[in-house]
């Protein structure tokens, strides 16, 4: 668990990896769609997004299996991580703005974590291809961890405890509509970022605003005004309470 003595009174900043931290998405649903279509499967990455985007392996895999009654085993998985790995290596991206926002972020001692749908591996290389791994080491948490992935709240009220602060002090930057439901499930304010080159996908957007997030943003320097906001406004509805 972090030291809670190390951070000030502001909130746990959470952070989901792909298409929040790393403009990974497309790289991803790239890969996933050509496998699958070499094994005889017929999917769009359109359908890839709308099925898969925020969720957990587990949740890939018990949906090939049960809708599309294609088993998803230990080769197919272990080409498919060698594939994305690879290609993450040559063409992998960090989400413009991140390390600076990071920084600030930083700069004003708020607690920062990450919580993923990816594996811990992959979240770490990811995160080392990027640069931005020591702006966040030792505070990353997978759906592995926990029972139940996103939409489920599980990951986020597991980073929460871990890192020693309450859900309702906790701001998820989130992209994906699962991500999304997962943290207003645990009780946080969830601020919706919509700058992945994902975010041009048919009805993306849509399916965002569905889902009432406290905020929407689309350009990652915006966070440390966004978190600095939602400060100020929940210290205003502190002090009115106490009047």
Do not use: W
């Not at 090939?64 to 998803?72: C, L």
């Not at 063409?91 to 930083?106: M, S, Y």
């Not at 599980?154 to 002090?169: R, Y």
């Not at 600095?228 to 929940?234: F, K, S, V």
Request: aromatic share 6%.
């Amino acid at each position: 668990m972090a030291d809670k003595a190390s951070f000030n009174s502001g909130p746990l900043v959470i952070f989901d990896c792909d298409g929040v931290l790393v403009d990974s998405e497309p790289l991803s649903v790239r890969v996933l769609v050509e496998a699958l279509n070499r094994h005889g499967v017929d999917m769009a990455e359109e359908e890839a997004y709308q099925r898969f985007l925020g969720r957990s392996l587990a949740t890939m895999r018990q949906v090939m299996d049960e809708e599309y009654g294609f088993h998803t085993g230990p080769e197919f998985l272990e080409t498919l991580r060698i594939d994305l790995y690879d290609l993450f290596k040559t063409e992998l991206e960090p989400i413009r703005g991140i390390a600076e926002t990071l920084d600030a972020l930083a700069l004003l001692n708020l607690p920062r974590c990450v919580a993923s749908s990816s594996q811990p591996e992959r979240i770490r290389l990811s995160l080392a291809i990027t640069g931005i791994l020591d702006k966040l080491e030792p505070h990353i948490f997978s759906a592995s961890m926990v029972k139940n992935g996103k939409p489920a709240p599980d990951l986020f009220l597991h980073a929460a405890d871990q890192m020693g602060i309450a859900p309702e002090n906790c701001i998820v930057i989130e992209d994906s509509p699962a991500g999304i439901e997962a943290a207003k499930r645990a009780g946080m304010t969830v601020f919706a970022f919509t700058g992945g080159s994902h975010a041009c996908a048919p009805g993306y957007r849509e399916r965002i605003d569905e889902l009432s997030p406290d905020v929407v943003f689309d350009a990652m320097p915006d966070l440390l005004q966004l978190v600095q906001n939602h400060m100020e406004g929940r210290s205003a509805a502190a002090s009115r309470r106490a009047l």
